[in-house]
């Protein structure tokens, strides 16, 4: 046997071997889970065509219909999303682990009926914090929306902290926005559907205060238009159609 014939089956051997470790090295997690996700979910193609049923306005100008109705299903523990985005959000969540990140989901769907009491409960704690009932009210509707005009009752918003969020913190704060989970989000809920729905910069826009923990489903297509324009989705809207 000469050299050379022992010599080209050993490096098409090496070359192979190599390829197979790059492709298990540098194909990211999230990357590789992303593409098993969508290829689950029907219709999932990143096309606008997918979620237009999501891209709709929820805010105090555009109230839910007294006869709006959806199905769900469960994202995370007894919490529930519209059954079209539920898969969307379980992938998101399932991948945000796969990368090491927990993702806890503190609130999703809320009836109108829940939307109420947590109205209610807020001015009553505002009371007792010191606040006339006008002032009270006028505070807790920066903060909790009124019945038919949250997106947690249109089942399409998750509110995301820490596994240990409650250990910590007396209230949610925007104190999220230094949290892993926050950073993962940032870098990565669009690509499920997600936006975070109420900026910082644009809280006389969206009339809701800087809300770094809230997601708001409108389907792959736009969450990436919408984070790329940096646009809170009143102004997005408007003129992206
Ligand atoms: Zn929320």
């Known amino acids: 046997m000469t050299v050379k014939k022992i010599m080209i089956p050993t490096i098409v051997m090496y070359v192979l071997y190599i390829g197979v470790l790059l492709l298990f090295r540098f194909v990211p997690n999230s990357a590789a889970n992303l593409k098993t996700a969508l290829s689950n979910i029907p219709e999932a193609t990143g096309q606008r065509a997918d979620n237009l049923w999501a891209y709709y306005l929820i805010n105090r100008e555009n109230p839910l219909s007294a006869d709006f109705t959806v199905g ?59 606040h006339n009932s006008k002032e009270a009210r006028r505070l807790a509707e920066k903060e909790i929306a009124l019945p038919y005009t949250s997106e947690h009752n249109a089942g399409l918003a998750l509110d995301i902290l ?20 926050f950073a993962w989000l940032s870098e990565n809920a669009h690509k499920y559907g997600f936006i975070m729905r109420y900026p910082r910069e644009y809280q006389d826009v969206t009339g809701i205060v800087y809300e770094p923990w809230h997601y708001r489903f409108v389907g792959v297509y736009y969450a990436e238009k919408i984070k790329e324009s940096g646009l809170p989705l009143e102004y997005f809207y408007k003129t992206n159609f």
């Open 162 to 181: 820490t596994p240990d969020w409650w250990e910590r913190h007396d209230d949610i704060t925007a104190e999220f926005e230094f949290t892993p989970q």
């Open 72 to 130: 769900l299903d469960y994202v995370q523990g007894d919490f529930m999303l519209d059954e079209r985005c539920a898969e969307y959000a379980r992938r998101m969540i399932a991948d945000a682990a796969a990368d090491g990140v927990q993702l806890t989901v503190v609130s999703a769907y809320r009836s109108i009926q829940k939307q109420q009491e947590n109205l209610d409960n807020y001015i009553q704690r505002l009371m007792r914090e010191g």
